[in-house]
């Protein structure tokens, strides 16, 4: 086995053995040990994704896997090809007015290391992140208006790569379901299909 993927595999184990945030519930949910071109960053897991073991496992999984599908790689060819992590790896658990927990300044903190080092490990070219806490931690904060339907450009951990954002397709989100999201995600789903790594691996899937 190459050293880079023994360095992956040792960094998901190192990842599931954390303990940082004491008010997450775990486990950790940690995606393949892919060593790709592109880089999936996710928000947090929800409550169904611990129990499933693998990340955007449910509802929210299930809309973004029709983008993704819309535009050459359907859900079994995108988590064999893509490296899927997040800006928090553990469930936040439930507000007491109801809903998911937004995880904390702190909880973020703690687990940016964790992706620092994916993005050392893996080097990406394109970064997509989805939902606004991703967004935020790849682009630094700003309105999805500014962030969704571009090419950008980023860097950090000492790499640059492309990012494409993408709104979170919560169901209880309406972001995306009228204008202006209904034509910039049409437009960030276009920049995807064209950027010559998702052509890449869309070719490896046909």
């Not at 990340?55 to 599908?69: E, I, L, V």
């Not at 379901?177 to 299909?193: F, M, S, T």
Request: proline fraction near 11%; aromatic fraction near 6%.
């Amino acid at each position: 086995m190459p050293a880079a993927d023994r360095a992956l595999l040792t960094h998901l184990d190192e990842l599931r053995a954390c303990r940082r945030c004491p008010r997450m519930q775990g486990p950790v949910v940690v995606g393949q040990p892919v060593r790709s071109d592109l880089l999936l960053i996710g928000q947090a897991p929800g409550p169904r994704e611990g129990q499933l073991g693998r990340p955007f496992a449910w509802t929210a999984g299930r809309q973004m896997f029709k983008w993704f599908s819309s535009i050459g790689l359907p859900e079994p060819a995108f988590r064999a090809r893509v490296y899927m992590a997040a800006v928090c790896r553990c469930f936040p658990g439930k507000r007491p007015s109801g809903g998911d927990r937004e995880p904390a300044p702190d909880e973020i903190s703690n687990c940016a290391p964790w992706l620092d080092h994916e993005i050392e490990l893996l080097a990406p070219r394109l970064v997509v992140p989805v939902g606004r806490l991703a967004i935020a931690e790849v682009l630094g904060p700003r309105p999805l208006t500014e962030a969704i339907g571009q090419r950008l450009r980023a860097q950090r951990a000492g790499k640059s790569f492309d990012v494409i954002a993408l709104p979170h397709p919560s169901g209880a989100s309406t972001w995306y379901k009228r204008e202006p999201g209904i034509r910039l995600l049409a437009q960030a789903l276009d920049l995807l299909a064209r950027h010559p790594t998702w052509r890449k691996l869309a070719a490896q899937a046909a």
